[in-house]
Each structure stands twice: as C-alpha cells, then as structure tokens.
C-alpha cells in the first residue's frame, strides 16, 4: 500500500482500521496485542517515509510488526494469523518480499541493520536500513555491541526506538522535543560542523567552553547516551502523532547518518481494556473484546503452574533457594516468587548471557540457583552455559521452559534444540520428568545436586498423567512395566506419547521405560532390557540429531550392544511451521495414532 502524498486525515483513518483488523484478528487467533497495537502509527509514518519496495524494514523481535503485515500484501490473508499454513506471527521473508528478515528473538535487529548498510555502501546503492526496537529489547548487550560499530562506522540507519514504557520524565518533555528536533534539523548540522571546524583554529580554553555549552544543551535531553556513542539522536516524539513522526522521519533519512528516533507509544493504543504496560496484554489468547474476558477453557495446570509452585515450596523451606528469569517472570512462572521473595529472586531483563552468568557465583557461594529459561532462549546463553558454570562445575539448575513444539510462534520458538546442544557438554547432568508428580520429584533431587543441571519441561500440560514413581537418583530410569518383544522408550513428555500411544496397538504389549536422564543413561537397566526386548522406539518431544535416540546408539557402540531394531520418533532435520501443537504434530507424524500405525508399519 502506497502512503506517500496521504493527507493527515486519511493516515488516521487507515491507522484506525488498521488497529481495528488487529483486534478482530487476535481476539480469534490469539498473538501479540498490546505491543503491535501500540506500534501501528510509527509504521505508518516509516512506510510514508521510507520505500519498503527498496529499503530494509527491519523488526526486533517483529511481533510488533502486524500493521507492516497489513500494509503489504497481506491485508486479505490476516485472519490466518499464526494458523498452520497461514501467516506468521513474524516477519518471514519466504511469507512477502516486503519481509526482510526473519526475527523472533530480541536485538538483532540494529546488527542486522548494520549488516544491510555494509552491503548497500558495497554495491554503491542507494538505501537506508530502518529498524524498528522496543525499549525492552535495549536491555540486551547485542544491541549495544551493534550501536558501537554503528557508531563508528557512521553508516546511514535510521532506528526507531519505541519506548511504550512512558520512561522519560513528563516534566521535561516539551522542552527535550523541542531541543532534540532543533539540534537534529538541517541549521544546527550546518553550524555544528562550522563551529568544528572553527575550534580547531582557537586556543584550548575556548574549545573546553563550547564544547561544555552544547553538552548542557544535551544534557536535558535523554539523547547523551546515544550522542556519545557518535550517533545522532531525536526525541522524544510522540508515537501517535503519524503528522510529527513523519516530519521527523523525513529529518532523519536526510542526515545520512545513523540517527536514533526515539518514540513514546502507549502499549494496546487503542484498545482501552489493554493500554498500559500490562504484562498480560502482552501475547494473549483468543478473548471477547467487549469484556477482554479469555475464552479459553480450564484444564489441567500447566507444567509452569506445577514449577513455580514446587519451587515456592522449596524456597519457603530453604533461604538457599534462588532464581532467575530473562524478562519472562510470567512465562517462566517465577513472578510469583520474585514477588514474594525480592531479594532472592530477579529478573534481569532480555539478558541471557547475564542470566546464566551472574547464577554461578551464588552457587560458588553456597546457594542454589534456578535459572528459569525457555528451550529456545537459553540458545543465547550457550557459551556462558559452557564457560561460566560447567566448566567450574557449579550446582545452578537450568529449568528449561517450553521444551519441544510451542504451536503457534512457530520455527522461531520452538524448543527443539536444548537436548542435543546441551548434551555434549561435561559435567552437565540432563533430565526430564513426565508428569507433575515427577517434576515435583526432580526438583527435589535438583534442589539438594551439587553440580550443574538441566531439567526440561513442556509448554502447557504434561501428556502422562499422575501415577506412583519412585524418587529420582542420578542417572536412573524407571520401568513403567513389563511388555512383549518391543521397547518404548519415552523422555519427558515423550512418556506420555508413549503411553498413549501404547493404547492404540491392539493386541500388541510393549513394555514402557521412562528414561528419566538421558545424561547420564542407565546403562546397567538398558543392557538388561536389551537381553529381553529386540525392538526399541524412542519417543521424545526433541530434535532426532543429537537426541535421545542418538544418546542411546553412542551408548550401544560403546557396550557392542548389538542385535537391537532401534527406530527414533523425534523431530527431523528442519525447522517446525507455526500452529496449533496438534496440528503441527499431525503434519509431523507425531500424533499417537499416526505413531501407532508407524509402529506397525515397522513391525511388518
């Protein structure tokens, strides 16, 4: 959709409908609300500003980027929003051309950028790279180290920084509008380079008092932080005002440098129920929009429900306890625990690395650390995994969140990886309960373990349901019982698969083993079952390279166990669609129906 020449007028009325298109759409499919609704006028005025047909639009995170979905070609296929086989919650380039980047995980985006420029100064084009960022994704070190070459390198970018957190002062904000777009503005650039060029020409004493007399102009406006790093900086404007952000906009794609616009947006704008920083407003499921009621039906708690509250059990009984999330306190279930115990639990914003870190001198120091992370997140946390706990042998625990397909985020989350890249590390313990009742076990046995951990859990409710199990012990499985001539192996909530698959086999038995450590495996029960059962299928909600299945043929080369069928149900080599999980596990080949029938297909 072409907004160049549009009239004030008709940019607010598109802005409204486009909003509109939004709410209806998320109400039925679920997504992100608040965040993209807040964002719609800041990509109008880029689309107004900048030609998407040539430029680089490129979103942090892009969850925020519904309305550039809706601006491009996309209008018509909205309603299949995060539905498999629709369009992505995401950019995603294979979806429009008008996407240039894939982006689920936050602050890439400036290094992306820079990226971009350094190819476009290459084939001499002429481009500009324009991002979009949330506040909340400037808390990460990434989009720093990006902001550093950026402001050496000198390129031509212009990052839009969306601040819907209201978090400069109100007081002073005219006056800091006003300041910022004048220093920003043609006359001050002009004069600026003059007086430069001036100074080098006068004595000392007098280039100490020029430069003093502009750093107190910038001073009042919260752009210092950015001038310093040698990149221009405009604002605070107003996100909403699409008049005032494309007359900015224009100012900043005519500096040729990189150039900071910073916004204030309202989160939900637009949508009363929702506006403000309300953390639940945030990603949602399909809800009324007249009451913002949810309409999704009870059931079974959560394995994150069943998490954090075995481990406020633990931290009532034991000081000890501590914990850590990256800027997901709800998502991890560690909210309610870093509101109750403030000084022991924290969440440290979108900061991985940090995370993982700063939980290995607590546990040099005698406490025990929960560090609470998705599958999918904790992969930005790999070296220091590595570096600053395994390698020092420390007792922090890795609770890993949203272990295996996700639904409806899609390739971007899903956590198929964290087995598989986990696995190689030494020192590193891995487990997996099945159930509620085992995952309340395994965290006892983590709570008191002495050494580095990872204990993997599934988004939503645990497949198997409740049943009698004994304790955990390091690196011991657990016979659910006996069977003819096959063996399913389950891992975490691929026990559950197993179960339930078991049931649609007719007048076949198998026996049913939930692994429970797949490092280290019990390799005195697996070499005992390997003398009575000939068929082994592995079920396991994870990536088959470097899996439960790979874990298990390592271990029958090294015993010269041989004479075992082994055939592995876990993911292939791809990345998984966005969907509904039972859909995306249709596709895949992974419901227990369609598993039984591969069972006996195998067996024939």
Same mark, same amino acid.
């Given at each position: 959709m072409n907004l160049h020449g549009k009239s004030p007028e008709e940019l607010k009325e598109l802005a409204e409908s486009i909003r509109q298109k939004i709410l209806e759409t998320v109400s039925r499919n679920g997504g992100h609300l608040s965040s993209t609704l807040g964002a719609v006028d800041l990509i109008i005025g880029m689309h107004a500003v900048f030609d998407v047909e040539k430029d680089p639009f490129i979103f942090d995170v892009s969850h925020q980027a519904y309305a550039h979905k809706l601006l491009t070609d996309r209008w018509d296929r909205f309603d299949t929003l995060r539905q498999f086989g629709g369009i992505s919650g995401y950019t995603n380039p294979s979806e429009s051309p008008y996407d240039y980047y894939k982006a689920g995980h936050s602050s890439t985006s400036i290094s992306l950028a820079v990226g971009a420029a350094k190819a476009i100064r290459l084939k001499g084009e002429d481009r500009i790279p324009v991002v979009m960022i949330g506040d909340g994704s400037m808390s990460a070190g990434m989009a720093y180290e990006a902001l550093n070459e950026l402001g050496d390198r000198k390129y031509p970018v212009v990052i839009i920084l969306n601040d819907n957190e209201m978090s400069i002062a109100k007081p002073i904000g005219a006056i800091s509008r006003a300041l910022s777009k004048g220093m920003a503005g043609p006359f001050y650039q002009k004069f600026k380079k003059k007086t430069e060029a001036l100074l080098e020409h006068l004595p000392e004493s007098a280039v100490y008092i020029a430069k003093r007399m502009e750093e107190s102009l910038r001073l009042i406006t919260p752009g210092v932080f950015f001038e310093e790093l040698g990149i221009e900086y405009i604002g605070p404007i107003d996100g909403h005002d699409i008049p005032s952000i494309i007359e900015t906009l224009e100012i900043a794609k005519s500096m040729g440098k990189p150039v900071i616009v910073h916004a204030q947006t309202v989160k939900g704008k637009g949508y009363k129920i929702a506006e403000g920083p309300l953390e639940h407003w945030h990603g949602v499921g399909p809800f009324e929009i007249e009451t913002g009621k949810s309409l999704k039906k009870g059931g079974a708690k959560s394995a994150t429900q069943l998490f954090s509250e075995k481990l406020m059990e633990l931290a009532e009984a034991d000081e000890k306890i501590v914990g850590v999330t990256a800027a997901m306190p709800g998502g991890t279930g560690l909210g309610p625990l870093i509101e109750r115990f403030p000084d022991r639990f924290w969440d440290v914003a979108i900061a991985e690395q940090h995370a993982v870190t700063s939980m290995g001198p607590l546990a040099k120091e005698g406490f025990k650390p929960f560090c609470a992370i998705y599958s999918t997140f904790l992969q930005r946390g790999y070296d220091q995994v590595?570096?600053?706990?395994?390698?020092?042998?420390? &007792?922090? !625990?890795?609770?890993?969140? /949203? @272990? #295996?397909?996700?639904?409806?985020? #899609?390739? !971007?989350?899903? #956590?198929?990886?964290?087995?598989?890249?986990?696995?190689?590390?030494?020192?590193? !313990?891995? =487990?997996?309960?099945?159930? &509620? /009742?085992?995952?309340?076990? @395994?965290?006892?046995?983590?709570?008191?373990?002495?050494?580095?951990?990872?204990?993997?859990?599934?988004? #939503?409710?645990? =497949? @198997?349901?409740?049943?009698?199990?004994?304790?955990?012990?390091? &690196?011991?499985?657990?016979?659910l019982r006996e069977g003819e001539e096959i063996l399913f192996i389950g891992y975490g909530n691929g026990v559950g698969r197993a179960l339930a698959t078991a049931e649609l086999l007719g007048g076949l038995r198998p026996a049913i083993l939930d692994l429970r450590f797949v490092k280290p495996l019990d390799r005195e029960l697996l070499r005992e079952l390997s003398g009575r059962y000939g068929r082994w299928f592995v079920f396991s909600d994870g990536a088959r390279m470097g899996g439960v299945a790979s874990a298990l043929e390592e271990w029958m080369a090294e015993e010269g166990v041989d004479g075992i069928s082994l055939k592995s149900f876990e993911y292939e080599d791809r990345f998984i669609p966005h969907g509904k999980t039972e859909i995306v596990e249709e596709h895949l080949g992974l419901r227990p129906a369609q598993l039984a029938e591969r069972v006996r297909e195998s067996l024939r």
């Open positions: 590595i570096h600053d706990i395994a390698l020092m042998n420390l &007792g922090v !625990t890795f609770a890993i969140d /949203r @272990a #295996g397909i996700v639904g409806e985020d #899609g390739e !971007t989350h899903q #956590g198929a990886f964290d087995i598989s890249y986990l696995r190689p590390i030494p020192n590193l !313990t891995l =487990m997996a309960p099945c159930n &509620g /009742r085992t995952l309340a076990q @395994a965290m006892d046995f983590a709570a008191d373990f002495p050494a580095p951990l990872a204990l993997r859990y599934p988004r #939503g409710a645990f =497949m @198997a349901e409740e049943f009698e199990a004994p304790a955990y012990e390091l &690196g011991r499985a657990h016979l």
